[in-house]
Nanobody, 122 residues
Framework: QLQASGGGLVQAGGSLRLSCALS????????MGWFRQAPGKEREFVAT????????SYADAVRGRFIISRDNAKNTLYLQMNSLKPEDTAVYYCAAAYRVQLAVKDDEYDYWGQGTLVTVSS
């Protein structure tokens, strides 16, 4: 199971850090990712990280503002979100894929968390 947390209300320009804990699986054997879904829109890719944390990929919309990281000892994935914009408002989902290569498509992931709401006010 994946449990995401850390969402909330923040002003534009502010920061939030999301966390996602994986239980019942070997965390270090999974590629991890973050996706988001804004109201009335389809779910979209945000960021992904390989098993060691040595390789990452970001959506153009968040590159340079968001940082994905992981702590395999704590079975936890993070998303540090800086310089937040109102258009970052969405439910953020963490996901796990039992694979080696980075994954940017939602159908490449095997497990999903329940989502955590991030609201950025202008």
């Amino acid at each position: 199971q994946l449990q995401a947390s850390g969402g909330g209300l923040v002003q534009a320009g502010g920061s939030l850090r999301l966390s996602c804990a994986l239980s019942g699986r070997t965390f270090s054997r999974h590629v991890m990712g973050w996706f988001r879904q804004a109201p009335g829109k389809e779910r979209e890719f945000v960021a992904t990280i390989n098993w060691s944390g040595g390789s990452t990929s970001y959506a153009d919309a968040v590159r340079g503002r968001f940082i994905i990281s992981r702590d395999n000892a704590k079975n936890t994935l993070y998303l540090q979100m800086n310089s937040l914009k109102p258009e970052d408002t969405a439910v953020y989902y963490c996901a796990a894929a039992y694979r080696v290569q980075l994954a940017v498509k939602d159908d490449e992931y095997d497990y999903w968390g329940q989502g955590t709401l991030v609201t950025v006010s202008s």
